[in-house]
């Protein structure tokens, strides 16, 4: 099957179930969603593999990250569930390290800006998670960290970085700031999650075609 038509079966999977997830926790379809969690990340890890031909660094860690990332999605309790995105996160970083001087870190007076205000998130949240204060600020930190050097691998990337970010003060809010407080809280959670790290993805898969060059089109008998 060519290249092409396996990534746009891949995508097409991926934004089905992505519709049934949403659909199932706005009307609090808890087995449903579930079963879409075990699927979504594996979707977004098989466009990938099936989208670039070439293994580079930044292609192997962004599998490993949609591989924590879905033990994240798995996890019902809290601490597990952040350690295994705490992971996801770094390796986000260090794969988008080489790009820091692409990013907002380049640019000083919007990098003091951006940090700033996500200081002043983090610690507000971390305030609020009592005995999860220390797993929640760290996690937070390595956060803001990723969504900054997302902006240099990429529009999209960057753009997947800010609503991982939120997407994450949303359930921050939900669970330590003001439960309760924000209506669908999960469901806004998880629309904004799911765009997130479809456009990391892409942006990550758009990097690569411009570094090793477009792919060799696949032989038809």
């Known amino acids: ?6 990534s746009v079966i891949a995508l097409g999977c991926f934004g089905v179930v992505a519709a049934v997830d949403l659909a199932a926790e706005l009307l609090g379809w808890r087995p449903v969603a579930l079963g879409c969690r075990v699927l979504l990340m594996p979707l977004l890890a098989w466009l ?6 070439v293994r580079t660094r930044l292609v192997i ?4 990250a949609l591989g924590f990332s879905w033990l994240g999605d798995l996890s019902s309790a809290v601490l597990i569930k952040i350690a295994f995105f705490l992971v996801a996160q770094i390796v986000y970083v260090v794969a988008f390290r ?7 870190i380049s640019r000083p007076a919007l990098a003091v800006a951006y940090g700033t205000a996500l200081s002043a998130l983090v610690a507000l949240v971390a305030s609020a998670a009592g005995p999860l204060t220390v797993p929640v600020g760290v996690y937070g ?8 050097l997302a902006t240099g691998v990429g529009r999209l990337t960057g753009l997947g970085g800010v609503l991982f ?7 921050a809010v939900e669970l ?8 669908y809280a999960l469901f806004a959670n998880m629309a904004l999650y799911l765009p997130a790290q479809l456009l990391i993805t892409l ?3 758009r990097r690569v075609a411009t570094e090793v060059g477009p792919p060799v089109p696949d032989r038809v008998a």
């Open 203 to 205: 942006g990550v898969l």
């Open 98 to 104: 080489p790009y820091w001087r692409q990013s907002l």
């Open 176 to 183: 330590f700031v003001a439960p309760g407080v924000l209506p």
């Open 165 to 171: 970010l939120v997407s994450d003060l949303v359930l």
């Open 141 to 148: 930190a390595s956060l803001a960290v990723m969504a900054v």
């Open 61 to 64: 860690l962004l599998l490993i």
């Open 1 to 6: 099957m060519p290249r092409r038509r396996s």
């Open 48 to 53: 990938v593999w099936v989208t670039v031909p």
